[in-house]
């Protein structure tokens, strides 16, 4: 049985972990940037809204094909960067299945395997269903996670090689790419896969980052 000491030490130490996280979150949020959705970009199946913030997945075909266009269900923003610091949140609320972080403006976009870190996309890809989530890495390493988040942050230093990612409601820390090669300009891209018949048809949201 743990003694009274232990169990405040534990205590301690677990309010310690979270005042550091928030601390940690507050950081890289001074460095968010607002970003749009860029319809250019996007699989002929994804659904971009007006305001160019959320996008979905539909059965139906709602672009036409056009050089840059993803042939998966990807859409990059229209803000790329090619230096310094930058932070951005997406809901992902309401989702089973979803990939989202940064890549390199030449990623090849007809190649459907070609989401991980070796082919120039630095992300996530959570699968809600059987509580997987994993880095989209070569080969891809699973990420332990104490809940799905409904908000992801993702943290990019160019200079340093680095992107994190958070859950931005909790402030936890969820999974860092270090020592990154980018020598390209980096999109952020979001990816709400198939909506599986209505399951996964909630939108991805570029949300408004509170500082």
């Given at each position: 049985m743990m003694s009274n000491k232990e169990d405040l030490s534990l205590r301690k130490s677990s309010l310690q972990q979270t005042q550091d996280s928030n601390l940690e979150l507050s950081r890289v949020r001074q460095f968010a940037v607002a970003l749009t959705l860029d319809p250019d970009t996007a699989h002929v199946n994804l659904c971009v809204s007006k305001d160019l913030k959320q996008v979905h997945?539909?059965?139906?075909?709602n672009f036409t094909d056009g050089p840059g266009r993803f042939s998966y269900y990807n859409v990059f923003t229209k803000q790329g960067f090619s230096s310094g610091k930058f932070y951005f949140e997406v809901q992902v609320r309401d989702k089973t299945v979803w990939v989202l972080g940064v890549a390199k403006e030449s990623v090849d976009r007809n190649n459907r395997k070609s989401l991980c870190s070796e082919n120039g996309f630095w992300c996530l890809d959570m699968?809600?269903?059987n509580?997987?989530?994993f880095v989209c890495a070569e080969p891809c390493a699973p990420v332990s996670l104490k809940c799905p988040p409904q908000k992801v942050g993702v943290f990019v230093?160019?200079?340093?090689?680095l992107v994190s990612f958070y859950d931005a409601d909790s402030a936890d820390f969820i999974y860092s790419f270090t020592g990154c090669s980018f020598n390209d300009k980096l999109f952020p891209f979001l990816n709400p896969c198939v909506n599986c018949h209505g399951e996964n048809s909630a939108?991805?949201?570029?949300?408004?980052?509170?500082?």
């Open positions: 997945h539909t059965d139906q075909r699968k809600i269903k509580g997987s989530c230093d160019y200079d340093e090689g939108p991805l949201v570029l949300t408004a980052v509170e500082k």
